[in-house]
């Protein structure tokens, strides 16, 4: 009928969705458009009734009533998305492409990042860490130097072991990294890239906040463009802090955020989806490629391959954080990392530097059932946990804030998923960022790996002709790292046993193969990831080849023990006159407990974190190299040459 009546395929589409989203009876059709077009209004409602069903012959009539039969605008490239990585997308667009870009947010403008009113509230926003990754993007499209100063320096880290005394933390300062570890609040991140935007791309570059991005054709015009509909949000939704959980009830329904049954209709040479966690355009590409594929018979979909989908990991060792804003001592190195557990794995503490002051914004990690970690909890008893477990950190926090932790509403990290098997949709369209990989903060590639994926984007367009050729050699590139990435991430986050053979034996037998062979075993896995000449899949190729390797010179060792135990046997039991087997027996249990007790003891401690298994490990052949270079002592607050201030080198 709508084809009968003039419309294009792309309007087609449109009515489809908005007028037409259930089943219906064929002769409630007509009377479903007349309201739609009508709103409602009787006196409307009979001329469009007229104009579309007594008259379409003359499809003039059509574009007449509908208002809106004009060709939608065209665009270089939008991006679906105002965060890091959207913002620097447009960046990159408009800088290395001279592309004029429209960037849509659901969100308000973020806050200008010289706003102390805003900013001096500490423990409002969480803190990321740039490294090399997320550096090297940065001043790649010459935003770094604004980054930078609204950054703080973080060149190492404090920790404390289990049991450890108040005045037993090991410092360890990075000397061997290519750059230095800048800390910021995401959100001030967001500023700092607005305000660069505002500031140095005024005409190429359209900043559109609170509006909502759906796709409808992402094969519009012969796959020559994407059409999009774009409608308004509210104006009054706060950012997603950890300050503003539980302040406003903020439903998950987008009919609830976003006026979708009213929008601008758009088309775009390029859409770019860096909307995050909230994959907006990534859930509308599982939606078509489902819908798609169930249309197939069974021979086009074996031709097909598998569908777009993104693969969610069932988190099994799940915490919540509460956040607490800190003012160590001056005694205390303000421009490290501070952290501290309890034993048996019930408290993770962790602390940032927020500015070059002293103030530092820590994270409270917590399992999502204890006690402590549900809000308004028992004040009393945090205190006496922070005695207990943290006495060098609760000396630093009043009753009123232990009060106010304590009332918190508790803050959710992400869970681990991943997009796959490709990352277009069609030939126009790319997802990346969050959208295409989601991992726990714990090492500091969120963040990092979304802004390298602006740069993979950027190559992709340099080296071919064609944007369709472009998105199609950014999927390849980038989908199975992404995959690579959550997969080796999550290994390093399993709870219980589980992780002990997955995260902690892996780091110590690494560690100990580097030491002893450098030039043939790399790094661990962690100080890999790291590395920003490491892929995430040459890293987990390389240890898996590795693994191999170990595998086999251990089991070559344990050839030749074998060997020369065997004649060891024999001749104790000549002397002894005991049996083979009871000889036997006695020296492998007696050797067997030693080395373990000497080498393994110290890493099987429950709750044991990252922090404690490189401290503990074996270090390898260039960090012994360069120890002299720097300190690792233990840090003695009462001691007059504590104040390491100005570098501690």
């Known amino acids: 009928l709508l084809s009968s009546m003039g419309f294009r395929p792309h309007y087609r589409n449109v009515l489809r969705r908005k007028i037409l989203p259930h089943p219906i009876a064929a002769a409630d059709v007509q009377q479903s458009i007349v309201m739609f077009f009508s709103k409602g209004d009787a006196s409307l409602a009979a001329k469009t009734k007229t104009t579309l069903f007594e008259s379409t012959r003359d499809t003039s009539k059509v574009s007449d009533a509908i208002g809106s039969a004009d060709t939608p605008p065209l665009l270089d490239a939008v991006v679906c998305g105002g965060g890091p990585a959207g913002l620097l997308s447009a960046i990159m667009l408009a800088k290395n492409f001279n592309y004029k870009v429209k960037v849509y947010e659901r969100l308000p403008p973020p806050p200008s990042p010289t706003d102390e009113s805003v900013w001096g509230d500490i423990a409002r926003f969480y803190l990321i860490g740039l490294g090399e990754r997320g550096q090297a993007a940065l001043k790649e499209f010459g935003v770094w130097d604004d ?32 750059v230095t570890t800048q800390v910021l609040p995401r959100d001030k991140l967001v500023g700092v890239l607005h305000q660069h935007i505002l500031q140095n791309y005024q005409g190429k570059i ?10 409808i054709d992402f094969d519009n015009d012969d796959r020559s463009s994407v059409l999009i509909g774009v409608s308004d949000c509210a104006t009054d939704f706060l950012r997603n802090t950890p300050s503003n959980f539980g302040t406003q009830s903020i ?6 955020l976003c006026d979708t049954d009213s929008f601008e209709l758009i088309t775009t040479k390029l859409l770019v989806a860096a909307d995050g966690t909230q994959r907006t355009i990534a859930n509308q590409m599982e939606k078509a490629d489902k819908e798609k594929r169930d249309s197939m018979s069974f021979i086009e979909k074996w031709r097909y391959g598998s569908t777009f989908h993104t693969k969610r990991y069932v988190d099994d060792n799940q915490r919540v954080y509460k956040t607490i804003p800190i003012k160590i001592p001056s005694k205390w190195r303000n421009d490290l990392n501070y952290s501290a557990r309890s034993k048996d794995g019930r408290i993770l503490f962790d602390s940032l530097p927020a500015d070059a002051n002293g103030n530092q914004c820590a994270v409270l990690l917590l399992k999502r059932d204890d006690e402590l970690a549900q809000e308004n909890s028992d004040p009393k008893k945090l205190r006496e946990v922070f005695d207990e477990v943290l006495p060098q950190f609760s000396a630093l926090l009043d009753d009123n804030m232990i009060e106010d932790v304590a009332k918190k509403t508790p803050s959710f990290l992400p869970s681990f998923r991943y997009a796959a098997p ?7 369209t790319v997802i990346l960022g969050d959208a295409i990989h989601t991992v726990k903060p714990y090492f500091g590639l969120g963040a990092n790996s979304a802004l390298e994926d602006v740069q993979i984007l950027k190559r992709s ?14 999927s390849k590139h980038r989908a199975n790292e992404s995959r690579a990435l959550v997969e080796i991430s999550r290994e390093l986050d399993r709870p219980g046993l589980l992780g002990v053979f997955t995260f902690i034996v892996p780091l110590v ?3 100990i193969f580097n030491k002893i062979l450098p030039k043939l075993f790399s790094p661990n896995t962690i100080a890999m990831l790291q590395k920003r000449e490491n892929t995430f899949c040459g890293i ?3 240890k898996r080849l590795e693994r191999v390797g170990q595998v086999s010179i251990l089991g070559s060792l344990f050839t030749a023990l074998t060997i020369s135990a065997r004649q060891l046997i024999r001749t104790l039991s000549r002397v002894t006159g005991k049996r083979n087997t009871t000889v036997a027996a006695t020296l492998v249990a007696s050797l067997s407990a030693i080395a373990l007790a000497k080498k393994a003891a110290v890493f099987l401690v429950p709750g044991l974190a990252p922090a404690d298994v490189l401290n503990k490990a074996p270090k390898g052949r260039k960090e012994e190299e360069e120890r002299s270079l720097h300190t690792i002592t233990a840090y003695n607050s009462g001691s007059e040459d504590s104040n390491m201030e100005g570098g501690g080198i």
């Open 147 to 178: 980054v930078e100063a609204c950054c703080t320096s973080v060149p190492g880290r404090m920790d404390w072991a289990p049991d450890a005394g108040p005045d037993e933390g090991v410092e360890r300062i990075f000397t061997d990294r290519p």
């Open 206 to 215: 359209d900043l559109e906040y609170t509006k909502e991005v759906q796709p």
């Open 251 to 256: 439903s998950t329904s987008e009919e609830s």
């Open 422 to 428: 490709r990352l277009n949709q069609g030939d126009r």
């Open 461 to 474: 367009i340099e080296s071919t002709t064609t944007m369709k050729e472009a998105t199609h050699l950014f």
């Open 509 to 511: 037998v690494d560690s």
């Open 540 to 542: 987990r190729r390389r």
